[in-house]
T-cell receptor, first 112, second 112 residues
Framework: ELKVEQNPLFLSMQEGKNYTIYCNYS?????LYWYRQDPGKSLESLFVLLSNGAVKQEGRLMASLDTKARLSTLHITAAVHDLSATYFCAVDMGRRDDKIIFGKGTRLHILP | ETGVTQSPTHLIKTRGQQVTLRCSSQSGHNTVSWYQQALGQGPQFIFQ???????GRGNFPPRFSGLQFPNYSSELNVNALELDDSARYLC???????????FGDGTRLSIL
């Protein structure tokens, strides 16, 4: 059974600092997603990673995928308060098993 | 482009009752997935529908059932409601095999 683990689950950091959120998964996967969720809101798609070595960047966020290590990272550069949210990774089993499994999420709190 | 819409936004039921939640997929999308998100947790995959057929299912009992209609909209039905069914239910649509899922705002279901 596919398991998706994120760490840390909670992160408090100051503006201007860099940090990385890790997403490990237990079996091979066709694709991996990163989402953002603000309190009481729905999920907003951030990145879709489709192949080994994929790297995508949007503003202060950069996501990467290492399928051999079964690891994805979400790196935050020079954090700003507006990035405070919960970030989820989700692993898509694709055609082998049509399930999408989410991690428990990383609650990011950026102090002004 | 019309996004994913869900109804109702909030619903209160009692144990043993039945509930139907509705979802209209984003235009051009042919796949709908349903998730249960308990407070402070990541979304849990319930099932996915593609071309009106169930196309993958998570670890939910048979009292969770669904439908997809020819226009790709979908319903989630839950029978014999239990207290633990209290959660937000999220619907997400996508184009099968391509891109990320787009989420609706969810239905908050409270069981008394």
């Amino acid at each position: 059974e596919l398991k998706v683990e994120q760490n840390p689950l909670f992160l408090s950091m100051q503006e201007g600092k860099n940090y990385t959120i890790y997403c490990n998964y237990s079996t091979t996967s066709d694709r991996l997603y990163w989402y953002r969720q603000d309190p009481g809101k729905s999920l907003e798609s951030l990145f879709v990673l489709l192949s080994n070595g994929a790297v995508k960047q949007e503003g202060r966020l950069m996501a990467s995928l290492d399928t051999k290590a079964r690891l994805s990272t979400l790196h935050i550069t020079a954090a700003v308060h507006d990035l405070s949210a919960t970030y989820f990774c989700a692993v898509d089993m694709g055609r082998r098993d049509d399930k999408i499994i989410f991690g428990k999420g990383t609650r990011l709190h950026i102090l002004p | 482009e019309t996004g994913v819409t869900q109804s109702p936004t909030h619903l209160i039921k009692t144990r043993g009752q039945q509930v139907t939640l509705r979802c209209s997929s984003q235009s051009g999308h042919n796949t709908v997935s349903w998730y249960q998100q308990a407070l402070g947790q990541g979304p849990q995959f319930i099932f996915q529908y593609y071309r009106e057929e169930e196309n993958g299912r998570g670890n939910f009992p048979p009292r969770f059932s669904g439908l997809q209609f020819p226009n790709y909209s979908s319903e989630l039905n839950v029978n014999a409601l239990e207290l633990d069914d209290s959660a937000r239910y999220l619907c997400a649509s996508s184009l099968q095999g391509f891109g990320p899922q787009h989420f609706g705002d969810g239905t908050r279901l409270s069981i008394l």
